[in-house]
């Protein structure tokens, strides 16, 4: 949901759409398709315009409704961003994200997860001047410490699709 205007922040809503979840322990890793996919908020703001088709910006967002297992864990974050938009044209743009992602689910905190990152790119049409629909895909790291110098290493990642709105 990146556009190059400098004017107006955004307020948007995501569902995130075949989630996965990858362990690594002592250099083995599994991955897991979770149950359930989520659903985030967020708002983006822009922060410095680069030239007339590029800018910079930062924003935030919370999963209301944590992905899940099938065992109904619950794998949820919030995360805080940097990102960098490009606009292709009047109506198509591409953007990256990279920042935190700060694990919120219970199921995660109780194991105190750690701190990790986030990482994202997509692309995004502005269906009017104050309405996008965006289609991304996303990455949220996290490590869990298991006692006797052993950790855990997880990324959970996801389709997103967004719709956006231009305060």
């Known amino acids: 949901m990146i556009s190059v205007s400098l004017s107006q922040g955004v ?3 995501d569902l995130g759409l075949a989630p996965e979840a990858e362990v690594e322990v002592m250099g083995l890793s599994a991955t897991e398709e979770l149950e359930t996919g989520s659903v985030s908020i967020g708002y983006y703001h822009p922060v410095y315009q680069v030239s007339d088709n590029m800018g910079l910006f930062v924003g935030s967002s ?5 992905a899940k297992d099938d065992d109904d864990v619950e794998f949820g974050f ?3 961003y940097g990102s960098l938009g490009y606009a292709i044209s009047d109506q198509l743009s591409a953007w990256g994200s990279l920042g935190m992602s700060i694990p919120t ?3 995660l905190t109780d194991g105190d997860a750690e701190n990790g990152t ?3 790119m997509g692309v995004t049409y502005s269906a009017t001047e104050k309405i996008g629909v965006a289609l991304g895909y996303v990455v949220n790291s996290t490590s ?3 006692g006797e110098g052993l ?3 997880w990324n959970f990642s996801k389709m997103t699709l967004s719709l956006g709105y231009r305060l």
């Open 11 to 13: 307020v948007y809503m």
């Open 62 to 66: 919370y999963e209301v409704m944590p």
């Open 78 to 80: 919030m995360v805080l």
């Open 105 to 107: 689910s219970s199921d």
């Open 118 to 120: 986030h990482i994202g």
């Open 144 to 146: 869990v410490d298991m």
């Open 151 to 153: 950790s855990a290493d």
